[in-house]
Nanobody, 117 residues
């Protein structure tokens, strides 16, 4: 079992930066990939970035070159550095972890990111 707690959201002006953190607790040694997803009002939840336990990363096209995902396995924490933010990045950002041999998915509670124009 894994619990995820996100932090770091907030209000920022367009062009600004934010850094999100997601701390995992529980059986963290069995966590495989970890990722960030976001859901804007009236839209479906979408993948933003994902990172494997070994550090392989993938990004949504809309954030590539602006966002960076990283991971500290010793701290069981995944980060999302978001630069050059635009109002289109406004959403609730969720952390997701894939756990164990069955790759069961666990979600955090979400953190709001609002980018003003």
């Amino acid at each position: 079992q894994v619990q995820l707690v996100e932090s770091g959201g907030g209000l920022v002006q367009a062009g600004g930066s934010l850094r999100l953190s997601c701390a995992a607790s529980g059986s963290t040694d069995s966590i495989n990939d970890m990722g960030w997803y976001r859901q804007a009002p009236g839209k479906q939840r979408e993948l933003v970035a994902i990172i494997s336990r070994g550090g392989s990363m993938d990004y949504a096209a809309s954030v590539k070159g602006r966002f960076t995902i990283s991971r500290d396995n010793a701290k069981s924490t995944v980060y999302l550095q978001m630069n050059s933010l635009t109002p289109e990045d406004t959403a609730v950002y969720f952390c997701k972890a894939f756990y164990g041999s069955s790759w069961n998915a666990y979600w955090g509670q979400g953190t709001q990111v609002t980018v003003s124009s």
